[in-house]
C-alpha cells in the first residue's frame, strides 16, 4: 500500500476477467466503506471512492509470480506493508462473509 493507490496479488479462475476481479474488489471495499462511514462520500469527488483506472500485471514469461510479488512487497514501507496487509486480509475476510 502506498499514500495514494494499492498493490494487490490475486489468484483466480482463468474464466474471470482482471477487470473484472477489480471492478469486484472496488464495488465491494467501496460500499463497505460507505456502510462504515457515511460522512466519507460528500468529501469525495463525484461521491466515488475509487478511480477508473487500474493496472494488471499477470503471471507470464515477462512476470513470474516471485517477480510480481518481490514488487509488491517493495512497494511503500516493509513495516507498513506487513501491518496494513494482515488489516486488509482481515477486513476482506469480514466483508466477504458478510451477507
Known amino acids: 500500500m502506498d499514500k495514494d493507490h494499492i498493490h494487490l496479488i490475486s489468484s483466480t479462475h482463468p474464466k474471470i476477467s482482471p477487470g473484472e476481479i477489480v471492478r469486484i474488489f472496488k464495488s465491494i471495499t467501496a460500499r463497505e ?6 460522512g466519507i462520500k460528500k468529501e469525495l469527488w463525484g461521491e466515488e ?8 500485471n499477470t503471471v507470464s514469461k515477462f512476470g513470474s509470480e516471485d517477480t510480481i510479488s518481490k ?19 482481515s477486513f476482506l475476510s469480514r ?5
Open 33 to 38: 466503506i460507505f456502510r462504515r462511514h457515511s
Open 49 to 56: 471512492f475509487w478511480s477508473d483506472g487500474f493496472f494488471v
Open 71 to 89: 514488487y509488491v512487497r517493495n512497494q511503500g514501507m516493509e513495516k507498513e506493508y506487513k501491518k496494513l496487509h494482515c488489516q486488509q486480509i
Open 95 to 99: 466483508v466477504i462473509d458478510t451477507p
